[in-house]
């Protein structure tokens, strides 16, 4: 990845790297800087955390701890202390770097290698998904699997030096990844702007035309809200975009119709699949634009075929199993996840999806849903246990149910609590609104917001199954009426 980068500062020194804040910094500017960052950590550093910014200095500090030998461990500085703190402790981070936004170019150190050389079967970055237990897991994503997905990714993207790509993700997460890494060792130029998360369309959509946006890559939820402005609004996007990728839910096939009745047939919309532990995208279909297959909407839309990359199997249940070079190398610290999850078929090492899915005709795959209780909240894995761990550490909580709700095309958590019973010296219980405030705030402190529920009841008895569960799905029944 590493000399990838290097390599399109070779060809493009004085094309701008990244635009921000009106600024721009060349590939030359840019490199020094990572240059330095290396410098500064110094060889195999380790699990380097980075408290990320909205700025330059986060890629520089991305692509500096890569060059350095380091392991890249972002971690979002909003996020509740012990939170980042638990973080930081499973991925085993030696060093934490801050980036500060106004923080500017550092220069280039008089000597000194460029890159460190490391296997490729050496970490390049830990991320973390949601863990039943109350605890995230650390998936530790190797140097080939970060390098194959870049690559694979530039061409299915199709990027060229002229191209321009919005920074939307969180840094926090992977996707952002599938913006920044290609987009730089393609030559092409990263934009940073604060009208990409201002909470307004009319705002967003005039920086696009201004800034000259080529490509968006959007949480397939976004896209929905954002299809229904240009909806309402009889508008489409700036002429300067030509690719929209979207990803991490399930597309609205009534959406998708919204959108092929727009003029929006210049531009490529891309359905893009793939998981943490398989790093970055690993299926895509052409859904509109100039590389689509004619067809209309149907009941389910599909995720698309797997890249030249990717192996799959489909297991008896039907579900998606992947393999090849991309494959993470499983959870640090947590030997009986990995092994539950990457397993050994034949020689081939494979990811149990949890997805369920069935081959169309044409060769794409159609989801059909989750094996286990997992769903995407805004595109983010969410385990629904490890919400619920959390709400069980509240003293007055005597048992929880979390369950997701589809409301107006994205889900969102609820959470049905009962009362623990009232200690013996306790004074009079608190009231049900009073109570799930106080839940409310107890998590805030503890978890990010996408593990908050934005509803939570106060409930008498939850509902159990035959063999003793919570029955998540019948307790949301029961209650869905009743919120507070």
């Known amino acids: ?99 500060d936004p106004a923080a500017p170019a550092e220069a280039a150190p008089a000597a000194g290698p460029d890159v460190v050389r490391v296997a490729g079967d050496e ?21 080939r699997a970060i390098t194959t997905a870049t690559r694979a990714l530039r061409e299915l993207f199709g990027l060229t030096p002229g191209d ?69 609004e009889r508008a489409t996007l700036p002429p300067c975009v030509r690719l929209v990728v979207i990803g991490g839910e399930a597309v609205s096939p009534a959406r998708l119709a919204d959108w092929r009745a727009l003029a929006t047939g210049g531009i490529r919309l891309l359905n893009t699949y793939g998981c943490t532990e398989t790093t970055l995208i690993t299926h895509a279909v ?28 489909l297991g008896e249940d039907g579900e998606l199993l992947v393999g090849g070079p991309s494959l993470a190398l499983g959870y640090r610290g947590l030997p009986e996840a990995t092994a539950e999850r990457f397993v050994e078929l034949g020689p081939e090492r494979y990811f149990r999806t949890g997805d369920r899915v069935a081959l169309a005709a044409d060769g794409t795959l159609v989801h059909q849903g989750r094996l286990d209780h997992e769903l995407k909240i805004r595109g983010i894995r969410v385990d629904p246990g490890e919400v619920e761990a959390r709400i069980s550490g509240h003293p007055r909580v005597g048992a929880v149910a979390v369950a997701g709700v589809t409301v107006a095309d994205h889900t969102t958590l609820a959470a049905y609590i009962v009362p623990a019973p009232p200690a013996g010296g306790d004074a009079t219980p608190a009231s049900d609104a009073a109570l799930a ?32 569960k919570v029955d998540r799905a019948g307790s949301h029944r029961r209650y869905a009426s009743t919120t507070v």
């Open 437 to 468: 405030s106080d839940v409310r705030d107890y998590l805030s402190g503890l978890v990010p917001r996408h593990l908050v529920p934005s509803r939570i009841t106060v409930v008498p008895e939850l509902v159990y199954t035959a063999s003793g």
């Open 286 to 313: 052409d859904l509109h634009g100039p590389a689509a297959a004619a067809g209309a909407a149907g009941e389910r839309v599909p995720i698309g075929r797997p890249l030249p990359h990717v192996r799959q199997r």
């Open 1 to 99: 990845m590493s000399r990838d980068f290097a390599g399109a500062v070779s060809r493009h020194p004085e094309r701008p790297a990244i635009a921000y804040d009106g600024r721009t910094l060349t590939y030359t500017e840019l490199h020094a800087w990572v240059r330095a960052t290396a410098r500064r950590l110094g060889p195999r550093p380790g699990a380097v955390g980075v408290l990320t910014s909205r700025s330059p200095a986060t890629v520089a500090a991305l692509l500096g701890t890569l060059a350095a030998g380091g392991t890249y461990v972002p971690v979002d500085p909003a996020y509740p202390e012990p939170r980042r703190r638990a973080l930081l402790a499973a991925s085993g981070c030696a060093t934490v770097i801050t980036t």
């Open 164 to 232: 321009r790509v919005l920074q939307f993700a969180s840094l926090s997460w992977d996707t952002c990844l599938e913006e920044i890494l290609p987009t730089l060792t393609a030559g092409a130029t990263l934009v940073f702007h604060e009208h990409a998360h201002s909470g307004s369309f009319h705002r967003m959509l005039r920086m696009i035309a201004a800034e000259r946006i080529t490509v968006l890559d959007l949480p397939s939820a976004f896209w929905h809200e954002l299809v229904r402005h240009l909806v309402d």
């Open 123 to 143: 970490p390049a970055y830990i991320l973390f998904t949601s863990g039943s237990t109350g605890a995230p897991k650390p998936v530790v994503v190797p140097r």
